[in-house]
């Protein structure tokens, strides 16, 4: 397995929020040289299918893709997504298929109907008080790779979290219909194995690139421009045009597709300790985490 075969690297800042289209949805492209990293459509406000169809149509070959967001539900710890639940579904695949179509109805790849469902929202924190009496309470269960990356000085939420600025489980939620939907054309590691040839798609947290670029954890966020240009030399990249402020969406997206195509040559970022067929099959992992 080659892994300094990608020839591009793209980064997507995602979003889970209500509606069509979304001011925190960024795409950022890198090339395989240190060349700097540029917005995809920049100005334009994406919906979740535009990336979508965007991934599956005008991705250029050879794309390392990350998303920020989980692609799968804690399952090690108790042994099941959903404990108690018959339908719980047996791997990560089957938890996207549960969620594309109990979410059918649901316009802009949204999840709402999955989240109200009774059996599930009994394992969420949702808005307006409303926690199921199997959520665990604090920041919810936490995935394998989740505390993989607390060893980096990161602080995770459960994707069972949808609560808070800090959640990421609304968008983890809608991903994992947009992977359920793109399967079978683009692979997503480490559910599938990496191929030798063509793109992927892995999932990525942005405040691990920042750290790799001399930010701090509780400083991950870039918005100005020199600020961004000091981290994308930091990861060998060159500066992007502009001055001023900028989206810490935008920087985000800009700054984890300059660390990929770093981070993709390094052969113990594709096994990390923790990663074990069972783990790969039901929790997936976030490329960069130890």
């Given amino acids: 397995m080659r892994h300094d075969r990608f020839r591009h690297f793209a980064a997507v800042d995602w979003s889970g929020a209500v509606g069509e289209r979304h001011r925190g949805i960024a795409?950022?492209?890198?090339?395989?040289?240190?060349?700097a990293p540029a917005l995809v459509r920049p100005g334009h406000r994406w919906s979740r299918a535009e990336v979508?169809?965007?991934?599956l149509h005008d991705l250029p070959a050879d794309t390392l893709v990350g998303f920020d967001m989980g692609i799968s539900l804690a399952h090690a710890d108790r042994g099941a997504f959903f404990p108690g639940w018959a339908d719980s579904p047996r791997d990560a695949r089957s938890l996207w298929?549960?969620?594309?179509?109990?979410?059918e109805a649901d316009s802009h790849l949204a999840v709402g109907s999955f989240v109200d469902h009774p059996e599930a929202a009994r394992h969420f924190r949702r808005h307006n008080g409303r926690e199921g009496d199997l959520f665990e309470g604090g920041r919810g269960r936490l995935r394998v790779t989740e505390r993989a990356q607390e060893s980096l000085g990161c602080k995770p939420y459960s994707n069972f979290n949808l609560v808070g600025a800090a959640q990421v489980g609304k968008s983890s939620l809608a991903g994992m219909r947009l992977l359920h939907q793109v399967q079978g054309r683009?692979?997503?590691w480490p559910i599938d194995p990496l191929p030798d040839?063509?793109?992927a798609i892995v999932e990525i947290y942005t405040t691990i690139a920042a750290l790799a670029a001399g930010r701090r954890a509780g400083r991950s966020k870039i918005r100005d421009h020199a600020d961004l240009n000091a981290a994308l030399a930091a990861l060998g990249s060159e500066p992007v045009p502009g001055a001023g402020p900028i989206t810490d969406h935008a920087s985000d997206?800009?700054?984890?597709?300059?660390?990929?195509?770093r981070a993709a040559r390094d052969?113990?970022?594709?096994?990390p300790a923790g990663l074990t067929p069972a783990i790969a099959a039901t929790e997936g992992w976030t490329f960069g985490a130890p």
């Fill in 27 to 35: 795409v950022a492209l890198q090339g395989d040289r240190a060349t």
């Fill in 52 to 55: 979508r169809d965007w991934v």
């Fill in 97 to 103: 298929a549960l969620v594309d179509r109990l979410c």
């Fill in 186 to 188: 683009l692979p997503v």
């Fill in 197 to 199: 040839s063509g793109s």
């Fill in 253 to 261: 997206a800009l700054v984890t597709a300059a660390w990929l195509r």
């Fill in 267 to 271: 052969p113990a970022l594709w096994s």
